[in-house]
């Protein structure tokens, strides 16, 4: 996978994620949980490539959310 796809990938997860709940604690509880679904989703599609991760991130810039997905993938360990 190239980074231009991986970030797609991310715009993806992250659009069907949508906001952070703030009001209803269970609500948010769930978002986490989905979200770091997405975050190890994306580390998988990189093949736990870290450098693959962070060069989709930093192309990202414009999209904070987008980028701390992929960010937060560089991170994860196999």
């Not at 993806?12 to 009001?23: F, K, Q």
């Not at 986490?32 to 962070?54: K, P």
């Amino acid at each position: 996978m190239h980074a231009a796809e991986l970030r797609a990938r991310a715009r993806d997860e992250a659009a069907e994620l949508g906001p952070e709940p703030t009001t209803d604690r269970r609500e948010h509880e769930l978002w986490a949980e989905e979200r770091r679904g997405a975050v190890v989703l994306l580390a998988a599609l990189a093949e736990w490539d870290a450098s693959l991760c962070r060069r989709a991130a930093l192309e990202a810039e414009w999209e904070p959310f987008v980028q701390h997905l992929l960010f937060d993938a560089a991170e994860e360990w196999r």
